[in-house]
């Protein structure tokens, strides 16, 4: 019943790194539905505590402004792909899914505390992890479980052109444009860990492994991890 964490750079492929983990174990796959749940728990919308992910300096300035308009637009299409920003699934968008109270869920990431942000998140978090046979992509979930036993923890890497190309191909933007997506979202990534867990994303110490994926192919780099993650499990039930 293996545990991956998987956490990496925007454009990387962490995602479909995920997704390629979770089929060779067997596993269950979650990313951005962490978000759903722990929005649940809060009682807020999902567009409320994913804001809470890409908060960035000033909410007046224009990086702010350029995540706010993103996560906007991601949650209206359903196509946000990467674990931090929006929830892409148009089943949790729900009013209905966010509150079982029957009160007006709250709607604004500044209404939801940096506390009861990381304290639920690290709940969910922890719960799934409970259950076992689990990849969990994104959230800072390596930092939550870093002291569960038997928990691999991979970082995702891929030079700054390799993500681009992704960008550009999934945003549909020019060059230009997605190096600036790829530089702003690194800004809220280190942003984020470094005010909820006081860490650099890219510090080598907070993974087991680092995968660059400047040459590898999704299905082999898959392959690794699983394979590194199964004997981890076998390893930690003395087998």
Known sequence: MAVVTINGQIGSGGREVGLQVAHHLRADY????????AAKRIGATVQAVAGKES????????VARFFQNML??????????????????????????????GDEPITQSYEVSDKKFLE???AVVKDLAQGGNVVI????ANLILKDTPAVL???????TERRAKMIMEREHLDYKGAIEFV??????????????????PDDPSVYH??????????EIAGEIIAHAAQDLTTTHQGG
């Open 120 to 122: 639920v998140t690290t």
């Open 30 to 37: 979650v990313d951005r539905l962490i978000v759903a749940e």
């Open 183 to 200: 530089e702003q979202h690194e800004t809220a990534r280190k942003t984020f860990f470094s005010k909820f867990y006081d860490v650099d």
């Open 72 to 101: 906007e637009r991601s949650a209206m299409s359903g196509a946000g792909g990467e674990p931090y920003f929006g929830p892409g699934i148009d089943v949790i968008m729900s009013r209905d899914y966010y509150t079982e109270t």
């Open 137 to 140: 992509v994104g959230r800072g």
């Open 153 to 159: 923890h991979v970082g995702i890497v891929a030079p």
């Open 209 to 218: 492994m680092i995968i660059n994926m400047a040459s590898l192919k999704i």
């Open 55 to 62: 908060e960035v300096t000033r909410r007046r300035d224009r």
